[in-house]
């Protein structure tokens, strides 16, 4: 059985990501500025003073690491481990509390809920959630080792590292350590001192070890001015109501595998029995926090990726109750068919999303740049298709390699940003720029007629009427080349 469930996690792994394997895709508007910084890395560089951008620094390492291994498809390789290490780090926290059948239902039952989550149609994405998911299991299999929820002073700073690492994904993807914070206060009251105090230690340490490297290399001031205060911002405008409705959405989209409605049902029937495994307990503050802490922005559905963990023991909870109550040989057919029926609509979704590929307009793009420029000229790419840029392997002159989010945020930007643009344009002039402003999220087209008669779709962005000092630098200094086949993209040729 052991040899078996592995090989079942490890196949459901490889085949819920082959729709994100690079081959006829290109990176997604995140993955491109994420590899972009990535590679910016790896050449000495540094992600905020060097490339603008708002996600903490995890997952430029993360990238880094990848891009280093075999480009694109290593950073595939490391999503991969990441989520064959999250089924197995699953199947090793369940199996003490609910035996192997169980255990393995509900690590094959969190796999299957992924595809819905992260892919997306004909690109390769790479979305920080992904990352976080063996840090949360992990968690959960140190809670799982100690049944009286005792954690010794070593799996406390465990625990805090494990923490410290999901803040460096992202600052809302700590909700399963806040629930084991909770619980292990409600039932330990004054002897949690000692094991939280260890947990803080371990997650300060490495935060400190991190903002002493930025400091040293003199970007810590860029990290907190982008990761902290423009998200500060940026989570500020979304109105409650929106906020609040994500919640739905993001119950519609985990119950595709059925995962959802399971979890639930598992969580009234647990709440009615009143005493149940502490784990679940974990999972049962978890989960609401989770979905509260998912509700900080708009509802992307990669948001909801951290509700899987915690539904994945309400599903295990729910198989052990299961053969409980029918007897094991009974049971086992049961959840073996539960698995199958789950698998049903994401074997679909993988299927379809497997068959697509790219739209040619970023590799129409590529081609375009790659014969008219060589490695060492620069390029600037008007709006947020910054996989251009990584798939020719040129440069932008500005670290704002997409603008929307810097220069139009309402609260957070201000004329200064595109002053700083500006200059960076006359001290390293572009020898091509590709205006993608037509197929980009609220970004302006770059010529004066069509940008004072753009309008915003989101109220959110707001462009400054300095924009126009750019326009007006581009009609000074470059010649339009047209439009780039296969695209609606026009091209500006520097004289």
Not at 18 to 33: F, I, K, Y
Not at 60 to 73: F, H, R, T, V
Not at 421 to 439: E, F
Request: glycine share 6%; charged share 15%; proline share 7%.
């Amino acid at each position: 059985m052991r040899k078996s469930a592995v090989a079942i996690i490890a196949a459901v792994a490889v085949i819920v990501l082959l729709p994100n394997l690079p081959g006829g895709r290109v990176p997604s508007e995140d993955a491109g500025v994420f590899f972009y910084a990535a590679r910016a890395l790896l050449a000495g560089g540094l992600p905020y003073r060097d490339v603008w951008d708002h996600k903490s620094p995890l997952i430029y390492a993360i990238d880094a690491l990848g891009l280093l291994i075999a480009g694109p498809l290593g950073v595939w390789l490391v999503q991969l481990a990441a989520l064959l290490i999250t089924g197995l780090l699953a199947r090793r926290a369940l199996r003490p509390w609910f035996g192997r059948v169980p255990a393995a239902f509900g690590a094959i039952a969190l796999l299957l809920a992924t595809p819905r989550l992260f892919l997306e149609d004909g690109v390769q994405t790479s979305f920080v959630e992904l990352f976080a998911l063996p840090l949360q299991l992990a968690a959960f299999a140190i809670v799982a080792a100690r049944p009286e929820l005792r954690i010794e002073r070593r799996a406390a700073v465990s625990l805090g590292v494990l923490a410290a690492l999901a803040i460096l994904l992202k600052p809302t993807l700590v909700g399963t350590w806040l629930a084991i914070v909770l619980v292990v206060i409600w039932r330990e009251r004054r002897a949690a001192v000692a094991p939280l105090s260890a947990m803080g230690a371990g997650g300060g340490a490495v935060l400190v070890l991190v903002a002493v490297y930025f400091a040293a290399r003199g970007a810590l001031g860029d990290l907190v001015e982008q990761a902290i205060r423009y998200n500060l911002a940026y989570t500020s405008f979304a109105p409650l109501g929106e906020r609040l409705g994500a919640i739905p959405e993001g119950l519609r989209l985990v119950s595709v595998s059925g995962l959802a409605p399971l979890a639930i049902a598992a969580a009234a029937y647990a709440a009615w029995r009143r005493v149940v495994p502490p784990i679940v307990v974990v999972a049962l503050v978890a989960l609401p926090i989770e979905m509260l802490l998912a509700t900080s922005g708009r509802a992307y559905h990669y948001y909801f990726l951290p509700w899987l963990p915690a539904m994945a023991v309400l599903a295990s909870y729910a198989a052990c109750e299961t053969m409980r109550a029918l007897g094991a040989q009974r049971a086992v057919a049961v959840i073996a068919v539960a698995a199958v029926l789950m698998s049903v609509q994401p074997a679909r979704l993988v299927a379809r999303l497997a068959a697509l590929r790219d739209d040619g307009m970023a590799r129409s793009a590529a081609a375009f740049v790659t014969a008219r420029t060589t490695p060492d000229d620069m390029v600037l790419v008007w709006g947020a298709d910054a996989e251009i840029l990584v798939l020719t392997e040129r440069r932008s002159p500005t670290r704002y390699v997409y603008q929307y989010a810097a220069l139009a945020t309402r609260g957070y930007a201000t004329p200064a940003a595109v002053d700083s643009l500006l200059a960076d344009l006359v001290a390293r002039p572009p020898r091509l720029i590709i205006d993608t402003s037509a197929t980009t999220f609220v970004t302006p087209p770059l010529d004066r007629a069509g940008f004072r008669a753009w309008t915003s779709p989101e109220a959110q962005y707001a462009w400054p009427a300095e924009t126009e000092r750019i326009i007006a630098f581009v009609e000074a200094n470059y010649v339009r080349e047209g439009t780039i086949p296969g695209t609606s993209w026009p091209a500006w040729r520097r004289r």
